[in-house]
Protein backbone atom coordinates (compact mmCIF):
# COMPACT_ATOMS: atom_id res chain seq x y z
CA UNK A 1 0.00 0.00 0.00
CA UNK A 2 1.64 2.92 -1.04
CA UNK A 3 1.51 6.06 0.97
CA UNK A 4 0.93 9.60 -0.16
CA UNK A 5 3.10 12.60 1.73
CA UNK A 6 1.62 15.21 3.00
CA UNK A 7 2.90 18.22 1.16
CA UNK A 8 3.66 16.19 -2.07
CA UNK A 9 2.18 18.09 -4.85
CA UNK A 10 1.39 21.34 -3.13
CA UNK A 11 3.79 24.19 -3.75
CA UNK A 12 4.05 26.46 -0.13
CA UNK A 13 4.22 30.04 -0.76
CA UNK A 14 4.89 32.69 1.20
CA UNK A 15 2.58 36.45 0.23
CA UNK A 16 3.46 39.15 2.82
CA UNK A 17 5.63 39.98 5.57
CA UNK A 18 4.31 40.79 8.54
CA UNK A 19 2.57 44.26 9.32
CA UNK A 20 2.95 46.20 12.49
CA UNK A 21 -0.15 47.41 14.75
CA UNK A 22 -2.80 49.70 13.36
CA UNK A 23 -6.59 50.61 13.11
CA UNK A 24 -6.78 50.57 9.44
CA UNK A 25 -8.08 47.81 7.29
CA UNK A 26 -5.58 45.68 5.85
CA UNK A 27 -5.59 43.86 1.97
CA UNK A 28 -3.27 40.94 2.07
CA UNK A 29 -1.51 39.99 -0.74
CA UNK A 30 -3.51 37.91 -3.78
CA UNK A 31 -2.94 34.48 -4.41
CA UNK A 32 -2.63 33.64 -8.09
CA UNK A 33 -4.07 29.80 -8.87
CA UNK A 34 -3.61 30.02 -12.43
CA UNK A 35 0.16 32.14 -12.34
CA UNK A 36 2.43 29.22 -13.04
CA UNK A 37 0.77 27.38 -15.14
CA UNK A 38 -0.21 24.41 -13.24
CA UNK A 39 -4.17 23.71 -12.53
CA UNK A 40 -4.98 23.93 -8.39
CA UNK A 41 -7.86 22.20 -7.19
CA UNK A 42 -7.16 23.44 -3.69
CA UNK A 43 -5.35 26.19 -1.45
CA UNK A 44 -5.22 27.29 1.67
CA UNK A 45 -4.12 30.79 2.75
CA UNK A 46 -3.36 31.32 6.17
CA UNK A 47 -2.03 34.30 9.22
CA UNK A 48 -2.04 34.96 12.78
CA UNK A 49 -3.63 38.04 14.02
CA UNK A 50 -2.07 39.73 17.44
CA UNK A 51 -4.96 41.08 19.06
CA UNK A 52 -8.45 39.97 20.27
CA UNK A 53 -11.50 41.87 19.81
CA UNK A 54 -15.04 41.52 18.63
CA UNK A 55 -13.91 44.71 16.41
CA UNK A 56 -10.89 42.78 14.57
CA UNK A 57 -11.95 40.34 12.14
CA UNK A 58 -10.39 38.48 8.43
CA UNK A 59 -12.50 37.59 5.28
CA UNK A 60 -12.01 35.86 2.02
CA UNK A 61 -12.13 37.75 -1.03
CA UNK A 62 -11.90 36.39 -4.90
CA UNK A 63 -11.03 38.00 -7.83
CA UNK A 64 -10.81 37.31 -11.52
CA UNK A 65 -8.81 40.13 -12.54
CA UNK A 66 -6.91 40.73 -9.36
CA UNK A 67 -8.08 43.86 -9.64
CA UNK A 68 -11.77 44.18 -8.49
CA UNK A 69 -12.55 42.25 -5.76
CA UNK A 70 -15.57 40.63 -4.03
CA UNK A 71 -16.43 38.76 -0.39
CA UNK A 72 -16.82 35.00 -0.58
CA UNK A 73 -19.70 34.72 1.48
CA UNK A 74 -20.02 33.07 4.98
CA UNK A 75 -16.23 33.53 5.20
CA UNK A 76 -15.81 36.36 7.91
CA UNK A 77 -14.28 35.25 10.58
CA UNK A 78 -13.71 37.55 14.63
CA UNK A 79 -10.45 37.21 16.15
CA UNK A 80 -11.59 35.47 19.38
CA UNK A 81 -7.81 34.93 20.57
CA UNK A 82 -4.50 36.65 21.05
CA UNK A 83 -2.25 35.84 18.19
CA UNK A 84 -5.13 33.51 16.47
CA UNK A 85 -3.97 31.64 12.93
CA UNK A 86 -7.14 32.15 10.73
CA UNK A 87 -6.73 29.94 7.57
CA UNK A 88 -9.27 29.95 4.74
CA UNK A 89 -9.24 27.11 2.16
CA UNK A 90 -10.41 26.87 -0.87
CA UNK A 91 -11.73 23.86 -2.96
CA UNK A 92 -12.13 24.09 -6.55
CA UNK A 93 -11.75 27.56 -6.87
CA UNK A 94 -13.69 29.80 -9.19
CA UNK A 95 -12.02 32.95 -8.97
CA UNK A 96 -8.11 32.81 -10.32
CA UNK A 97 -6.93 35.50 -7.31
CA UNK A 98 -7.93 34.98 -3.45
CA UNK A 99 -6.58 37.42 -0.85
CA UNK A 100 -7.95 37.61 2.89
CA UNK A 101 -8.75 40.88 3.87
CA UNK A 102 -8.12 42.00 7.89
CA UNK A 103 -10.28 44.63 9.68
CA UNK A 104 -8.84 45.80 12.49
CA UNK A 105 -11.72 48.24 13.72
CA UNK A 106 -11.95 47.12 17.40
CA UNK A 107 -8.43 47.24 18.39
CA UNK A 108 -4.85 48.00 16.67
CA UNK A 109 -3.09 45.12 16.19
CA UNK A 110 -0.55 43.87 13.75
CA UNK A 111 -0.90 40.65 11.48
CA UNK A 112 1.26 38.48 11.24
CA UNK A 113 3.45 37.18 8.08
CA UNK A 114 1.15 35.34 5.29
CA UNK A 115 1.24 31.99 3.88
CA UNK A 116 -0.23 29.84 1.45
CA UNK A 117 -0.31 26.15 0.12
CA UNK A 118 -1.45 25.58 -3.31
CA UNK A 119 -2.47 21.72 -3.98
CA UNK A 120 -1.75 21.26 -7.92
CA UNK A 121 -3.35 18.47 -9.82
CA UNK A 122 -3.28 17.11 -13.48
CA UNK A 123 -7.37 16.67 -14.02
CA UNK A 124 -9.06 19.72 -15.57
CA UNK A 125 -10.94 21.87 -12.71
CA UNK A 126 -14.42 21.09 -11.60
CA UNK A 127 -17.40 23.04 -11.60
CA UNK A 128 -18.39 22.56 -8.34
CA UNK A 129 -16.94 25.23 -5.82
CA UNK A 130 -17.07 25.67 -2.71
CA UNK A 131 -14.86 27.22 0.47
CA UNK A 132 -14.03 25.64 4.08
CA UNK A 133 -13.18 28.29 6.38
CA UNK A 134 -10.96 27.32 9.43
CA UNK A 135 -10.57 29.22 12.38
CA UNK A 136 -7.80 27.74 14.77
CA UNK A 137 -7.89 28.85 18.62
CA UNK A 138 -9.65 28.74 21.57
CA UNK A 139 -13.38 29.47 21.27
CA UNK A 140 -13.16 30.87 17.47
CA UNK A 141 -16.13 32.06 16.36
CA UNK A 142 -17.64 32.51 13.18
CA UNK A 143 -19.44 35.79 11.85
CA UNK A 144 -20.62 36.40 8.20
CA UNK A 145 -18.84 38.84 5.63
Known amino acids: MATELILEG ?3 IPLAAATT ?3 SELLGASLD ?3 D ?3 VDQAVIFTEVAVANAGNNV ?3 GSNDNTNWSDIAGS ?3 VTAANQTIAHEIVNPRFRYFRQAFVRAGASTAVGEQKAIKRCKSAPVSQRAAVITVT ?3 D ?3 GTA
Open 140 to 142: AEA
Open 59 to 61: RLQ
Open 10 to 12: NQI
Open 21 to 23: GAT
Open 33 to 35: LAG
Open 76 to 78: RRV
Open 37 to 39: GQP
Open 136 to 138: MGP
